[in-house]
């Protein structure tokens, strides 16, 4: 659904999540795992978009913290 309705947004959060699954393999190499944890696009049934993920990523601050650096 959200493909068909905001076709644009879809590339723009794949391409934040290139970026951020880029980050995570250069501190965490060869854990594919946690890769696959992290990813803002869960792919193991049908691909959907993790809000949560999202939001933790877009964040500078979450529960007083700090967000992974931009």
Same mark, same amino acid.
């Given at each position: ?14 391409? *934040? ?6 980050? &995570? $393999? %250069? ?13 803002? *696009? ?6 959907? &978009? $993790? %809000? ?19």
């Amino acid at each position: 659904m959200f493909r068909e309705l905001l076709p644009r947004h879809i590339e723009i959060i794949y391409e *934040i999540n290139r970026w951020f699954l880029d980050q &995570v $393999r %250069m501190r965490y190499p060869m854990d594919t795992s946690r890769v696959a944890a992290l990813s803002l *696009i869960d792919e193991s049934d049908q691909k959907y &978009v $993790r %809000m949560a993920n999202l939001a933790c990523v877009g964040s500078h601050k979450i529960n007083g913290g700090f967000a992974p650096p931009h």
